[in-house]
């Protein structure tokens, strides 16, 4: 392909993607706020839904800004060559292919996150603040950015010098031996990730003896599934939001609760979620979803295996050379619909998984107090009750609320 012929292909997806986004977000703000259902009516009534309603505009109103002006920038890097010119200005200083590509990339980095810093500032000030969701302080979100600094470096750097050294030792063979170290690299995240680098930003105490304990751990035993690994963290200190989350594998699992979580349920919800999670375990989706994205990565880098070395991706970024750094740069962009397309289709895999969890818990705990919790949930979060269909289906990893409450209140069958 010729490079102006590569500039418009660029142009264009970057163009169709952006758009599509667009109209997606705009069908779904559009859809009208609908009346109270009576699944709800305990937990919401017209003013919350209003009140969600704005939430989602403010929301929408500050994405089309967030996303129209990286889009513009994006574009005007490629039409420009911006991309290129700065590969350019590099090779004068740097003569050493790895620093270049490592220099190349964290400029580009820094320079794309302190241009992202006051929309994020803005965000977690201003409109999370307004709707009383935001509980974090100046300190401890610029503490935050230091740490995430820090990590970044360290694991995105780490990583990044693996790759551009077996692309430069090992030619387009590459994608396979890279692949191998980031299924040893998901592996270990999964495994340390609590005990490493949740830590960092998050205080993390045992779950104290008492009901909830005891309740948790009853309800445990009572499915096979031996748990003492129980956490609490202090998700209130930047949050109202709550969450729960199980990390690890075999003799290192864990399953972590955001004190946020304990405060706004009772102690039967709470064991009904935990069930929801573990039905993830039994079902096995943990392992499934890993294996996916671990062969969704294969994928990607044998694709990106085939054009890496590509002259006319680094012309067409404005380059007057063939660049690693530049074509990486491009091939991402380029392949971003297929990356998409199997977005799509690891969002259809977890929405069925997450159906899968719930009839799991309803069947081996009860389905009546997980619906209460995620009716809380829902109702706490300001979250959309009435999303448009494509927009679930594109975006949504987890179905809608009225979808799961359906199948969780509805009755068992009776086969007596
Ligand atoms: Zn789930």
Do not use: Q, R
């Given at each position: 392909m010729e490079p102006t012929f590569i500039k418009i292909l660029l142009l264009g997806i970057l163009t169709l993607s952006f758009l599509s986004g667009k109209i997606l977000s705009y069908l779904n703000i559009k859809r009208p706020v609908p009346s109270v259902p009576s699944s709800l009516s305990e937990y919401v009534d017209h003013d919350k839904l209003m009140k969600a309603k704005q939430y989602q505009k403010s929301n929408y109103s500050f994405g089309l800004v967030t996303s129209s002006f990286s889009f513009l920038l994006t574009f005007a890097f490629i039409y420009f060559g911006f991309f290129g010119w700065l590969d350019i200005w590099l090779r004068e200083l740097i003569q050493q292919p790895l620093l270049l590509s490592l220099v190349f990339f964290a400029i580009l980095f820094i320079g794309s996150d302190m241009l992202s810093i006051p929309f994020d500032y803005y965000q977690t000030f201003v409109i999370e603040e307004k709707y009383g969701f935001n509980k974090t302080s100046r300190g401890t979100y610029f503490s935050d950015k230091v740490k995430g600094y820090f990590l970044s470096i360290i694991i995105g750097g780490g990583l990044l010098v693996v790759l551009i050294g077996l692309v430069h030792q090992m030619?387009?063979?590459f994608w396979w031996q890279f692949w191998l170290v980031s299924i040893v690299f998901m592996v270990f995240v999964n495994l340390f990730y609590t005990a490493w680098i949740l830590p960092i930003f998050n205080k993390l105490t045992p779950l104290e003896d008492g009901e909830l304990k005891s309740r948790i751990v009853e309800y445990a035993h009572s499915v096979g599934f031996?748990?003492?690994n129980i956490f609490v963290i202090d998700g209130s200190k930047r949050s109202s939001k709550a969450n729960a989350f199980f990390s690890g594998f075999g003799k290192r699992k864990k399953v972590v609760l955001y004190d946020t979580l304990i405060d706004q349920h009772t102690p039967d919800e709470l064991v009904a979620v935990l069930a929801h999670e573990i039905g993830h375990y039994k079902k096995k989706h943990i392992i499934w979803s890993m294996l996916v994205s671990m062969v969704q990565v294969g994928i990607l880098l044998f694709i990106l295996s085939l054009f890496i070395f590509n002259e006319n991706m680094s012309l067409a970024l404005g380059g007057n050379t063939m660049a690693i750094h530049l074509n990486i740069i491009g091939f991402t962009m380029l392949l971003s619909p297929i990356s998409m397309v199997l977005g799509i289709g690891m969002n259809i895999l977890s929405r069925k998984n997450e159906f899968e969890a719930d009839a799991y818990a309803k069947e081996t705990f009860d389905g009546k107090p997980l619906a209460e919790a995620l009716k809380t949930l829902s109702a706490n979060t300001l979250s959309?009750?009435?999303?448009?269909p494509w927009y679930v289906f594109v975006n949504y990893s987890h179905p809608p609320l009225l979808q799961r409450l359906s199948r969780l209140e509805e009755p068992a069958v009776d086969y007596s």
């Open positions: 030619g387009e063979s031996p748990l003492d959309n009750i009435n999303p448009h």
